[in-house]
């Protein structure tokens, strides 16, 4: 069966028993009931203005005072022009507004889903008997008047009563089953039904309408009367009429011993922790008695039980016992919130609570934190306690541990950088895990990089900076203050020849030579000592870079290359006296013989005259490496070079195999980017150098006459032949000459 839900009042019935209550509408005029399948919930129907899917409406055939504050409301639905079924899902009822109209009074949900109405079949007619009772805040100002079309009302009962007794007057059938209509109407001299009693005589009238004696007397109309025939159609009719009028009467008795209303609970009770009584609506002692659940203590439902006194009927029809729920509301408690804001130790901490009882409540969540951060922890009301907002459900509260105060440490506060040390490093140590960043005051003096907790500081011009360190926050500990190095920077000039050697080095080193110098840059060195035969005397003549860390995955890596020698801005080649002459006495000879035999590593020009088998801190007498100026033979790098050190003519790759010179020269290659008599194999371990692939002159002068062009010698053996070594000719072009002859030298080296 169906199972409805307390009627809920909207916000626009509230609004219209507000305005009656003010006195800005006189009464409530409940109009109408509408049926709609929509799907609702309970708590929704307060806030409704209308009802979707509305399937049948319905006019109110009777409103009845309950008591002071409530209205019962009947209606009837009836299948009769429905073409679709549909479940009954929720009733609305509709009264006026003086200033809306008609509006959404009232509404309720169907609970058991069972209340379904079937489309008419032309056969069966199904309906539905509704009863709403709905507060309106003073009955005595509800409207009462209905549509008389809509239900017989208990005069319309009266009247047909009335009307049945006239006809039983009429026709004699009175309380006394005879008589009154017929005694009175035969006397009549008119006569009835063809009948009359005239001048103690009984006369019939005739077809020709004439009145004759039928005999008989009195017992004839007696006879007449008693005649179950006589008069059947109209005995008929009154029989009927009297059995509903008979009905009518019973449902009347009925109604006056009717309790029409189940009591419902009045107001609302909430937890004290003491006991509580609920008090009730439409709870007539004089008809009911109450017994069951009819006080509590705890919050929840109880269930108090009605009784029909003696001669009452519920109004379904039963008589049985009405359980009726009645609930005591849980007390509210606010939600704790935390107290205090501890900081990070590194140890595990609670927070404390305000508000926090007990008695009233759970504890539950994440109660305890190591790291500072936010943690979520849980509240459960008690059984007999609710939330301000009237859940039970968990409440989740969050609360925090605070960071620690930050700290920041600098190993150093200050440092100073050169060529020979470009870049240095800064260690900073903090409390915690905060990034770590550092900014210099002047970055084209010092840049700097940060990782992880070293902060790498880089020289770029001569000058003074300052480096900032900060520490942002970290997981558990704030950004402490700033901290600071100063920093030095002193770097080598522009200007090569203003750097000595030992400068010229750090920056080799620091593999920044080439962010101060340029190619062909020279600066000058100042020869003394005999070499082989020949003496230098104070002769100055300046070295010029060919090259940056060239060839340097072979060759080595942070190295710059330099040639000897110019003079006043013109090449020159180092000349003995002998020059171009032949011969096996001391001179500037590739060999004393006139052999290439052992190639560039066992020539005479490599060992003796250049001074390779010795060291700069130790050089062979009479060699060009003793004659360098100390401070540059101090700082000079040694080179690995690739060569054909077999020579003999052996033109196989095998032959080409590697020395380790301080001073060399250069191969063939090295001077024209391409071979005619080295070794083919020579140039995949060689490259020429950027001097000479810039265009720049091979020509050389003798730097006794630089007005007299020579031939320079390179140190590749000739594969052509087995007794000359390719050289650079007067005129800058590639050429060969015997072992023996004394020639222009170029010697190169590195820094």
Same mark, same amino acid.
């Given at each position: 069966?169906?199972?409805?839900?307390?009627?809920?009042?909207?916000?626009?019935?509230?609004?219209?028993?507000?305005?009656?209550?003010?006195?800005?509408?006189?009464?409530?005029?409940?109009?109408?009931?509408?049926?709609?399948?929509?799907?609702?919930?309970?708590?929704?129907?307060? !806030?409704?203005?209308?009802?979707?899917?509305?399937?049948?409406?319905?006019?109110?055939?009777?409103?009845?005072?309950?008591?002071?504050?409530?209205?019962?409301?009947?209606? =009837?639905?009836?299948?009769?022009?429905?073409?679709?079924?549909?479940?009954?899902?929720?009733?609305?009822?509709? =009264?006026?507004?003086?200033?809306?109209?008609?509006?959404?009074?009232?509404?309720?949900?169907?609970?058991?889903?069972?209340?379904?109405?079937?489309?008419?079949?032309?056969?069966?007619?199904?309906?539905?008997?509704?009863?709403?009772?709905?507060?309106?805040?003073?009955?005595?100002?509800?409207?009462?008047?209905?549509?008389?079309?809509?239900?017989?009302?208990? !005069?319309?009962?009266?009247?047909?009563?009335?009307?049945?007794?006239?006809?039983?007057?009429?026709?004699?059938?009175?309380?006394?089953?005879?008589?009154?209509?017929?005694?009175?109407?035969?006397?009549?001299?008119?006569?009835?039904?063809?009948?009359?009693?005239?001048?103690?005589?009984?006369?019939?009238?005739?077809?020709?309408?004439?009145?004759?004696?039928?005999?008989?007397?009195?017992? =004839?109309?007696?006879?007449?009367?008693?005649?179950?025939?006589?008069?059947?159609?109209?005995?008929?009719?009154? %029989?009927?009429?009297?059995?509903?009028?008979? %009905?009518?009467?019973?449902?009347?008795?009925?109604?006056?011993?009717?309790?029409?209303?189940?009591?419902?609970?009045?107001?609302?009770?909430?937890?004290?922790?003491?006991?509580?009584?609920?008090?009730?609506?439409?709870? $007539?002692?004089?008809?009911?008695?109450?017994?069951?659940?009819?006080?509590?203590?705890?919050?929840?439902?109880?269930?108090?039980?009605?009784?029909?006194?003696?001669? /009452?009927?519920?109004?379904?029809?039963?008589?049985?016992?009405?359980?009726?729920?009645?609930?005591? &509301?849980?007390?509210?408690?606010?939600?704790?919130?935390?107290?205090?804001?501890?900081?990070?130790? &590194?140890?595990?901490?609670?927070?404390?609570?305000?508000?926090?009882?007990?008695?009233?409540?759970?504890?539950?969540?994440?109660?305890?934190?190591?790291?500072?951060?936010?943690?979520?922890?849980?509240?459960?009301?008690?059984?007999?306690?609710?939330?301000?907002?009237?859940?039970?459900?968990? %409440?989740?509260? $969050?609360?925090?541990?605070?960071?620690?105060?930050?700290?920041?440490?600098?190993?150093?506060?200050?440092?100073?950088?050169?060529?020979?040390?470009?870049?240095?490093?800064?260690?900073?140590?903090? +409390?915690?895990?905060?990034?770590?960043?550092?900014?210099?005051?002047?970055?084209?003096?010092?840049?700097?990089?940060?990782?992880?907790?070293?902060?790498?500081?880089?020289?770029?011009?001569?000058?003074?900076?300052?480096?900032?360190?900060?520490?942002?926050?970290?997981?558990?500990? +704030?950004?402490?203050?700033?901290?600071?190095?100063?920093?030095?920077?002193?770097?080598?000039?522009?200007?090569?020849?203003?750097?000595?050697?030992?400068?010229?080095?750090?920056?080799?080193?620091?593999?920044?030579?080439?962010?101060?110098?340029?190619? &062909?840059?020279?600066?000058?060195?100042?020869?003394?000592?005999?070499?082989?035969?020949?003496? @230098?005397?104070?002769?100055?003549?300046?070295?010029?870079?060919?090259?940056?860390?060239?060839?340097?995955?072979?060759?080595?890596?942070?190295?710059?290359?330099?040639?000897?020698?110019?003079?006043?801005?013109?090449?020159?080649?180092?000349?003995?006296?002998?020059?171009?002459?032949?011969?096996?006495?001391?001179?500037?000879?590739?060999?004393?013989?006139?052999?290439?035999?052992?190639?560039?590593?066992?020539?005479?020009?490599?060992?003796?005259?250049?001074?390779?088998?010795?060291?700069?801190?130790?050089?062979?007498?009479?060699?060009?490496?003793?004659?360098?100026?100390?401070?540059?033979?101090?700082?000079?790098?040694?080179?690995?070079?690739?060569?054909?050190?077999?020579?003999?003519?052996?033109?196989?790759?095998?032959?080409?195999? +590697?020395?380790?010179?301080?001073?060399?020269?250069?191969?063939? @290659?090295?001077?024209?980017?391409?071979?005619?008599?080295?070794?083919?194999?020579?140039?995949?371990?060689?490259?020429?150098?950027?001097?000479?692939?810039?265009?720049?002159?091979?020509?050389?002068?003798?730097?006794?006459?630089?007005?007299?062009?020579?031939?320079?010698?390179?140190?590749?053996?000739?594969?052509?032949?087995?007794?000359?070594?390719?050289?650079?000719?007067?005129?800058?072009?590639?050429?060969?000459?015997?072992? /023996?002859?004394?020639?222009?030298?170029?010697?190169? @080296?590195?820094?």
């Amino acid at each position: 069966m169906a199972e409805f839900s307390k009627l809920v009042v909207t916000r626009k019935g509230q609004a219209l028993i507000a305005k009656m209550l003010a006195g800005t509408a006189t009464d409530i005029d409940f109009t109408k009931v509408a049926a709609s399948d929509a799907e609702y919930q309970v708590e929704e129907l307060e !806030g409704l203005d209308s009802l979707n899917g509305i399937m049948q409406e319905a006019e109110v055939s009777r409103k009845t005072r309950t008591n002071e504050v409530a209205v019962k409301v009947e209606t =009837a639905f009836s299948n009769m022009k429905l073409t679709v079924g549909y479940h009954m899902k929720v009733l609305g009822l509709y =009264a006026l507004d003086p200033d809306d109209g008609e509006i959404l009074y009232a509404a309720c949900v169907e609970l058991s889903g069972n209340c379904y109405m079937p489309p008419y079949n032309g056969i069966t007619v199904s309906g539905a008997y509704i009863q709403l009772v709905t507060t309106v805040g003073n009955a005595d100002n509800v409207s009462l008047e209905v549509n008389p079309a809509a239900i017989a009302t208990i !005069g319309d009962i009266q009247y047909l009563q009335e009307q049945i007794s006239e006809i039983q007057v009429f026709i004699g059938m009175d309380e006394g089953g005879a008589g009154g209509h017929i005694s009175a109407s035969v006397s009549d001299p008119a006569g009835v039904h063809g009948l009359r009693f005239n001048h103690n005589e009984l006369q019939v009238k005739d077809a020709e309408g004439n009145w004759k004696s039928a005999g008989g007397g009195a017992s =004839a109309v007696s006879a007449h009367n008693e005649d179950e025939e006589a008069h059947a159609d109209i005995r008929q009719a009154v %029989k009927n009429a009297q059995d509903a009028a008979d %009905k009518a009467a019973e449902a009347i008795s009925k109604i006056a011993y009717t309790v029409d209303v189940v009591p419902t609970q009045n107001g609302t009770l909430t937890y004290t922790g003491g006991v509580l009584t609920p008090s009730w609506n439409s709870f $007539n002692p004089s008809t009911l008695e109450i017994s069951g659940q009819t006080s509590g203590t705890d919050a929840g439902t109880y269930n108090a039980i009605f009784t029909l006194k003696e001669g /009452y009927t519920w109004a379904d029809g039963t008589k049985t016992p009405k359980t009726v729920p009645w609930t005591i &509301g849980r007390a509210t408690v606010a939600v704790p919130t935390q107290n205090g804001n501890p900081a990070y130790t &590194g140890q595990a901490q609670s927070p404390t609570w305000s508000g926090y009882d007990t008695a009233k409540m759970t504890i539950g969540g994440t109660t305890t934190g190591t790291n500072a951060g936010t943690y979520p922890a849980t509240f459960i009301p008690g059984a007999n306690y609710q939330w301000p907002d009237g859940s039970t459900t968990a %409440k989740t509260v $969050n609360w925090t541990i605070s960071k620690a105060a930050g700290s920041l440490t600098l190993n150093k506060t200050s440092m100073t950088l050169s060529a020979a040390a470009l870049s240095g490093t800064i260690t900073a140590t903090r +409390a915690g895990n905060g990034a770590i960043s550092a900014v210099s005051s002047a970055p084209s003096v010092a840049s700097v990089s940060v990782s992880d907790n070293i902060i790498t500081v880089t020289g770029k011009a001569a000058g003074s900076a300052t480096i900032t360190v900060s520490v942002g926050e970290g997981s558990n500990h +704030a950004a402490p203050a700033n901290k600071t190095c100063s920093v030095t920077v002193t770097l080598p000039t522009k200007t090569l020849n203003g750097n000595s050697w030992a400068t010229v080095k750090e920056a080799s080193d620091a593999g920044t030579g080439a962010n101060y110098w340029a190619v &062909g840059d020279t600066k000058a060195i100042t020869l003394n000592g005999a070499v082989q035969g020949f003496t @230098f005397s104070n002769v100055t003549v300046n070295a010029f870079i060919i090259g940056f860390n060239h060839n340097a995955t072979r060759e080595g890596g942070n190295r710059i290359h330099f040639l000897i020698g110019k003079i006043s801005g013109k090449d020159v080649a180092l000349c003995d006296s002998k020059y171009h002459n032949s011969g096996s006495d001391a001179g500037f000879r590739m060999n004393q013989s006139n052999s290439n035999a052992g190639g560039w590593n066992g020539s005479y020009m490599r060992k003796t005259v250049l001074g390779n088998s010795g060291s700069p801190a130790n050089p062979p007498a009479n060699s060009l490496m003793a004659a360098l100026p100390a401070d540059l033979r101090n700082n000079l790098k040694t080179t690995t070079k690739y060569t054909d050190n077999t020579g003999n003519a052996q033109n196989n790759a095998s032959s080409v195999t +590697a020395t380790t010179d301080y001073l060399f020269l250069l191969a063939e @290659f090295e001077v024209f980017g391409s071979r005619s008599y080295a070794n083919s194999a020579e140039q995949n371990y060689q490259k020429q150098y950027d001097y000479f692939k810039a265009g720049n002159s091979r020509i050389a002068y003798n730097h006794t006459n630089t007005g007299s062009a020579v031939w320079w010698w390179c140190r590749s053996p000739s594969y052509t032949d087995t007794n000359s070594f390719p050289c650079v000719w007067t005129d800058g072009t590639g050429s060969g000459s015997s072992a /023996y002859y004394s020639a222009g030298v170029r010697p190169g @080296f590195s820094v």
